[in-house]
């Protein structure tokens, strides 16, 4: 089977273990069904998510002058705290940033590699979590705006951390942590404008188990601007990466607007 795309991250579904999915040219395939079948994926060319013009992809899918004019990669995005909508002032584009940071907002503990603290909208639980291969989550505050989920996450990554180590995630090396006593040590950081939000008695933690065969021991990344061409079998879909037999792993979300070939046997 031979399918042509632009890349763009998996769509995720929780269930006993994640589905994954991944838009092809008039398709969708299924990734969990192509398990232990042989991918060969070859590089063709970019074409930007912004523009749809055939540019070099700068960052997140974008070519250079995209990411620097689109309201949809203000820096608000990866730094919540500097979210500005809630006080009506512009970064690139209000209209579009007060859609986007005047929604319901949860921060966030994850379990990865380590315990993480993190920020995503309330409509992206769990795919959020999917998405960083966190196998526990738990709910800390629930805020109206992204400004003081950004707020948030600066106080609590004083006393925990706010990155995942993807090798250790992709390895399956994972920290044994009671996320409930971690959630409620991080209570008397909460700043004074969240404390409101604090989600009391909050005892639910979401498991999350992955469509991997078996987890590599050591992991080497597909750079597909080095290596155009690249075939091996697929043992596993974890986080946003796909996982091969012989250790390297492809993190499809990098590599949004990347035009790929795909050949499965």
Known sequence: MQYQTVLKKMKTELNDKVQY?????NDVLNLNQLLNRDIEISFEGYQCLSCGKEKKIFRQGFCYDCFYESAAVGDWIMNPELSRAHLGIEDRDLEYEKEVQLKPHVVYLALSSNVKVGVTRKT???TRWIDQGAT???EIVEVPNRYLAGITEVALKEYVADKTNWQKM???EVSES???KEREKLKQYIPEEAKPYFLENNGKVTE???PVEKYPTKVKSLNLEKTHVY???LIGVKGQYLLFEDGTVFNVRNNEGYRVLLNIS
């Not at 999915?21 to 040219?25: F, Q, S, T």
């Open 21 to 25: 999915y991944l838009d092809v040219e």
């Open 136 to 138: 526990k989550a738990i």
């Open 170 to 172: 992709l390895k399956n």
């Open 124 to 126: 992206q639980v769990p």
């Open 208 to 210: 999350i188990d992955y």
């Open 231 to 233: 075939s091996g079998k």
């Open 178 to 180: 009671n996320l409930i």
